[in-house]
Nanobody, 128 residues
Framework: QLQLVESGGGLVQPGGSLRLSCAAS????????IGWFRQAPGKEREGVGC????????GIADSVKGRFTISRDNAKNTVYLQMNSLKPEDTAVYYC?????????????????????WGQGTLVTVSS
């Protein structure tokens, strides 16, 4: 089977940091682009960023640029979303997904051009 599993979510204080993991099974993340998305209560799903296959080039949405970074560890077949300086408005369910269109931004936004396999999501709550 082909699947992605997110982990690392939880409760964090404003200004704190959290690292989310996206672990793949059934395929190698070295050969696919991975996107991160989030959906806050009552809001549309938002693209957070992406990481390209092979060269690990990343694109980060303007809304989180400077605070969030994306990386991969091919040995662990895992992609990470490092979130720093967290704000209450970052509270959301965070998802990772494959994106066959590659890692590209459109006017500072990551839309996801050809999303395939999705994970089930992990909840991040930023609150004091």
């Amino acid at each position: 089977q082909l699947q992605l599993v997110e982990s690392g979510g939880g409760l964090v204080q404003p200004g704190g940091s959290l690292r989310l993991s996206c672990a793949a099974s059934g395929f190698s993340l070295d050969y696919v682009t991975i996107g991160w998305f989030r959906q806050a209560p009552g809001k549309e799903r938002e693209g957070v960023g992406c990481i390209s296959k092979v060269d690990s080039r990343t694109g980060i949405a303007d809304s989180v640029k400077g605070r969030f970074t994306i990386s991969r560890d091919n040995a662990k077949n895992t992609v990470y979303l490092q979130m720093n300086s967290l704000k209450p408005e970052d509270t959301a369910v965070y998802y990772c997904a494959t994106d066959l269109s590659g890692c590209t931004l459109n006017s500072g936004s990551y839309l996801g051009g050809h999303v395939g396999v999705w994970g089930q999501g992990t909840l991040v709550t930023v609150s004091s």
